[in-house]
């Protein structure tokens, strides 16, 4: 029985809906031939037909990659990211309720897995819904598809089920086994973004801070206001963080780059420190991890030199623990907000297995859970903080970006990490007479 189908036809609970509209208009014509009265409707009216939703899949990218992680007792440990896009056909409402995929490979080795959704679709309308699938095979795979199904229900209520739909998948190559991970004592990294305005009491409280700070200084931009000239450098760097000059490791920001003189003078005043003149990304090594300072203000996307220094950079290097750190930032809750441009470089840190981002830009201090370089939470992520807290005026907060789990915009600081031989400490250490503080501790990725 169809659900929803009135019990008006004698007939109709036994076949199916169309079946149902034949029969009885065979039962029409033979009225005058005195058929079976069992077959006569007992309502003069037919029912409007209930209009099912059809609700068609797509999916990006195409075809899907399964990204292999090494696991345990031999067994491999594979992920595969979809957007899948949801659209409505039938010119009817409908709710999603749950989507099973399963991954299926050509030796006969299957995974499934139900995501419990809610997703409301108007009447020829469209959805996007992100999946992640997690499964572990005990013999290594090299292809196979990827099979969705769903169910939900229509706006009258009625239960169906979306069309199954399917998508290659690719995998990408397991790599040789690791090398053993790199093991050294724990070394501390200390800095902020956005650092001196001559008379600032906060570029001063931030570099007291450092005094009483052993190890490696960073900066992440804007190391300078208003323009990064010489003079300016000499006038208000140099009396408060040029004290820590000799083991500062800088990054450019716009106010040392655009505003300035595209860096001249930034490498004038940091010299050697700042790596090779005129490109303003370098890296470096420190304790058990890798360290990357890069430059967002020349292009970083597909097809630029530095996107591809930094492929050949993470390439030849096998720390378990890296570290990337530039001026702007792409996810932030202030008001600059995050610049898209620079997600290239997240994407190839987040598939390099990179573990932190700093950047500053926005004059507040941000931490967010590890994610993706979509926007999407995942244990295997990059754990980004925003450091835009060394002196200069604070923001304000202008939007609460997901993933972010900490904000504080009243405060200057410097954010200290201890790196470990296989994770990593984090504190903000506020400038004197604030209460604010914050700390934790993260794994590295490899
Ligand atoms: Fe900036």
């Known amino acids: 029985m169809m659900p929803g189908w009135p019990h008006r036809y004698k007939v109709s609970d036994i076949v199916p809906r169309v079946g149902a509209v034949l029969v009885l208009a065979l039962a029409a014509g033979a009225c005058d031939s005195a058929s079976p009265t069992s077959l006569v409707p007992t309502s003069p009216t037919l029912p409007t037909p209930v209009r099912l939703p059809v609700v068609q899949a797509s999916f990006s990218p195409v075809p899907l990659e399964a990204k292999p992680q090494a696991g345990g007792a031999g067994a491999v ?5 979809a957007t899948v896009t949801l659209r409505e056909t039938a010119g009817v409402s409908a709710h999603l309720d749950s989507i099973d995929v399963t991954f299926l490979s050509p030796t006969g080795f299957s995974s499934s897995q139900r995501f419990d959704v809610s997703v409301d679709l108007a009447e020829l309308s469209t959805a996007t819904v992100p999946l992640i699938q997690v499964f ?15 169910a939900g229900r229509s706006g009258d209520g009625e239960a169906f089920s979306l069309a199954s739909a399917e998508v290659p998948v690719v995998v990408r190559p397991v ?3 690791a090398p053993p991970p790199v093991v050294a004592p724990d070394v501390t990294i200390a800095g902020a973004g956005d650092i001196a305005v001559c008379g600032s009491p906060g570029t001063e409280a931030t570099a007291r801070l450092l005094d009483r700070m052993p190890g490696t200084v960073f900066t992440l931009g804007d190391n300078v206001y208003p323009v990064a000239t010489s003079q300016n450098f000499q006038r208000c760097y140099e009396p408060s963080w040029g004290r820590h000059k000799s083991r500062t ?8 780059w655009e505003e300035a003189d595209t860096g001249v003078s930034y490498f004038t005043y940091f010299g050697v ?3 090779p003149p005129g490109l303003g990304y370098y890296s470096f090594d420190l304790g058990a991890w890798h360290i990357v300072s890069l430059n967002s203000s ?7 030199a530095q996107l591809e220094w930094l492929r050949a950079d993470l390439a030849a290097n096998s720390s378990a623990c890296t570290l990337a750190y530039w001026h702007l930032p792409l996810f932030s809750s202030g008001p600059n907000g995050g610049s898209g441009h620079v997600r290239d470089i997240w994407r190839l840190l987040y598939e390099r297995g990179a573990d932190v981002v ?13 994610q993706d370089p979509d926007g999407r939470a995942t244990a295997r992520g990059i754990r980004a903080f925003i450091a835009g807290t060394g002196g200069a005026p604070l923001y304000w907060r202008r939007s609460y970006t997901p993933n972010s789990e900490v904000y504080e915009n009243g405060t200057w600081g410097v954010l200290k990490l201890t790196l470990k031989s296989l994770g990593y400490d984090w ?16 794994t590295c990725v490899y």
């Open 77 to 81: 440990t594979y992920e595969i990211s």
């Open 136 to 150: 572990e095979a005990a013999t290594p795979i090299d292809s196979g598809v990827w099979r969705l199904a769903g």
């Open 175 to 177: 790599s040789a086994p």
């Open 249 to 256: 490791r800088p990054a450019p920001g716009n106010h040392d």
């Open 273 to 275: 420190n700042a790596g």
């Open 298 to 304: 020349v292009p970083s996307g597909a097809g630029s």
């Open 358 to 370: 700093m950047n500053g830009h926005d004059h507040n201090y941000e931490r967010f859970a590890p």
């Open 427 to 442: 504190e903000f250490v506020p400038a004197a007479g604030s209460g604010f503080r914050d700390a934790g501790s993260g």
